[in-house]
């Protein structure tokens, strides 16, 4: 947000007009992302698989847990970019301002915090071990500084921190002048930001505690919330990551804990900020470290690679992404590996060259089951997928290619002739009118080298399509059959009945 609108706006030269533009580009953020709730388009965060989301969170979890080196080593001139080699950079060229006394601290409680999160992971029963142990350590380290502020000067602390609540800011929305576009754009463009990022923590943590996340829902509550922080001198916001955590590891289970949180934030703000003054940073970034470390979930990273190296391959891209460009940017890429992935299924189908398992009436992939043996003078092939548009060339040229691998086979063990195709359509769960297409010239092709084309276990749907286009009158009563058992049985039998 800051980036776009200084492009146009100097928010030194006229900062009143920079921040109208920014609660009034959040405004519109919020309106996009409501909108986009309301009218259902939830079905987009299904583009975040698994696998993007195992290597966005460990990415997340890496670069939240490196922010927090400023808190740890005490240092104060630390840089506000988010990418992995500006946080190395800035924490080496600012060794000097390293604290010891911070660096004990920091390693103290961060050893207290993991402890109480092991204690309760291996027993359960004291889950409010791992709860308290924040709370406590802000307690506690608050109270260290206190006693020591004499000896603890080199120690940053938060300070003093005004009460009270923001003033609103509704009248500084504005919806005309020659900036509205800029507005406009801004907030579109941090809204699908800040909304998809915000979807893939909601999405994250629902795979951690097996629930669903209903996307519609989400946009809306994000939406709703920008526009109502437009209202309140509040910026584009969204899900954040690393009080996601916190919460998590602390044991909450429902939202219940959110309205709990917004009532303690509440009190705090108008009550409590005086006693705040002699916390020190360092306990903030030891707290978000060890709610964000047990995050990096490399057992499924390994997983992915043994399974699917296109997962991985997402999975990956979703880390380094995150790592060492931005967080929409590592998102963006991991997305667009996962949808080269969809298209390459369906662009290039999976089609199999099928045997009888001896002494059953089975049909099974040969290479797949030792089992299986070649029926003579058939070619049985399965496809397993939907045939559209996008895969029909390949799928003809696919099956003419086993066809002609099929007969060099004959010829060299010395076997029968090539017959009959039988193509099982139990996979096909839909075709369209190039699928249709490829069917036809199929069967005219092979009626032209003296081989019968059968269908076998067309679907519904697709047998609807079929008898819609006319294509079932060609095939005859013996070119559709509901298996392809019954398919070879009773060809086989058409055969020796014939003279």
């Not at 020591?148 to 919806?175: D, Q």
Request: hydrophobic share 50%.
């Amino acid at each position: 947000m800051g980036s776009m609108l200084s492009e146009t706006v100097s928010p030194h030269d006229e900062p009143i007009l920079y921040l109208k533009l920014a609660f009034t580009a959040t405004f519109f953020a919020g309106l996009f992302q409501a909108s986009l709730g309301f009218l259902r388009l939830g079905f987009v965060i299904d583009f975040l698989s698994k696998a993007t989301l195992v290597g966005f969170m460990a990415g997340a979890a890496v670069i939240v847990s490196l922010q927090q080196l400023k808190g740890l080593l005490g240092i104060v001139h630390f840089t506000t970019k988010m990418q992995f080699i500006p946080v190395i950079s800035s924490v080496f060229n600012h060794r000097d301002e390293w604290s010891w006394q911070t660096i004990v601290v920091g390693v103290s409680f961060l050893v207290f915090l993991l402890t109480s999160r092991h204690i309760s992971m291996k027993r359960p029963k004291l889950f409010w071990v791992s709860a308290a142990a924040p709370l406590t350590s802000v307690i506690l380290s608050t109270i260290l500084v206190l006693c020591f502020k004499l000896k603890t000067h080199k120690i940053s602390i938060i300070g003093y921190l005004p009460k009270g609540l923001n003033p609103p800011s509704a009248n500084m929305l504005s919806f005309s002048g020659p900036d509205l576009a800029l507005a406009i754009k801004t907030g579109i463009v941090t809204g699908i930001l800040s909304l998809t990022e915000g979807i893939a923590v909601g999405r994250t943590f629902a795979a951690l505690k097996n629930y669903q996340v209903d996307g519609n829902k989400e946009m809306m509550a994000i939406g709703l919330m920008n526009m109502a922080g437009s209202c309140s001198l509040c910026y584009v916001t969204t899900g954040s990551f690393s009080r996601s955590a916190v919460n998590y590891n602390a044991g909450a289970q429902t939202a219940v804990s959110n309205i709990i949180m917004a009532t303690a934030v509440l009190v705090t703000l108008l009550f409590l900020m005086p006693l705040f003054y002699y916390t020190p940073n360092v306990i903030l970034g030891a707290i978000i470290v060890t709610a964000v470390i047990g995050l990096i979930d490399y057992q499924a990273a390994y997983r992915l690679w043994k399974v699917d190296k296109l997962d991985f391959l997402a999975c990956m891209c979703s880390f380094f992404g995150v790592l060492f460009i931005s967080v929409p940017s590592g998102l963006g890429i991991a997305v667009g590996v996962s949808v080269f992935k969809i298209l390459l299924h369906v662009t290039r189908p999976n089609t199999l060259i099928m045997g009888n398992i001896r002494g059953t009436n089975v049909y099974q992939c040969l290479g797949r089951y030792k089992e299986t043996s070649r029926v003579p003078s058939f070619l049985i092939l399965a496809i397993e997928s939907p045939i559209y548009f996008a895969n029909s060339t390949y799928l003809q040229e696919r099956i003419l290619r086993w066809i002609r691998e099929e007969e060099d086979w004959i010829k060299a063990n010395n076997e029968g002739t090539l017959k009959c195709v039988i193509l099982d359509m139990t996979a096909v769960t839909a075709i369209d009118t190039s699928g249709i297409d490829l069917v036809c010239e199929l069967r005219k092709m092979l009626e032209k080298r003296s081989f019968k084309l059968v269908l076998a276990n067309p679907v519904g749907s697709v047998m609807e399509k079929l008898h819609q286009s006319k294509t079932l009158d060609s095939f005859g009563l013996n070119g559709i059959y509901l298996t392809v058992g019954e398919a070879v049985a009773d060809i086989s039998a058409l055969w020796k009945s014939q003279p």
